[in-house]
Nanobody
Framework: QVQLVESGGGSVQAGGSLRLSCAASTSTYSFNCMGWFRQAPGKEREEVAHVRSDGVITYADSVKGRFTVSQDNAKNTLYLQMNSLKSEDTAMYYC????????????????WGQGTQVTVSP
């Protein structure tokens, strides 16, 4: 049973930074994809960024240049460094992992963490 546990959320002012962590209960080498998603109140969940096993990283346009995703396989941990935070970044942030692709190169995220709240005040 794969478990993903997020941490690092909190409240910051606009322009500030946070680093989220996602600790996996299994080797992150085994995943084809790991990623971060977020969901704001009243909005649909959206992908923030993901990293593929071949090293390709994809970011949502709204976070490009501000957020950086990284994966430390030695620690079985995925990170999301968030800089220049804006009020519109306020959301619950979720870590996700995929062993398989639904159809290459679309990741079939099947495992999810419980989420960590990020609140950015103006």
């Amino acid at each position: 049973q794969v478990q993903l546990v997020e941490s690092g959320g909190g409240s910051v002012q606009a322009g500030g930074s946070l680093r989220l962590s996602c600790a996996a209960s299994t080797s992150t080498y085994s995943f084809n994809c790991m990623g971060w998603f977020r969901q704001a109140p009243g909005k649909e969940r959206e992908e923030v960024a993901h990293v593929r096993s071949d090293g390709v990283i994809t970011y949502a346009d709204s976070v490009k240049g501000r957020f950086t995703v990284s994966q430390d396989n030695a620690k079985n941990t995925l990170y999301l460094q968030m800089n220049s935070l804006k009020s519109e970044d306020t959301a619950m942030y979720y870590c996700a992992a995929a062993f398989h692709f639904t159809t290459w190169p679309v990741c079939g995220f099947a495992y999810w963490g419980q989420g960590t709240q990020v609140t950015v005040s103006p």
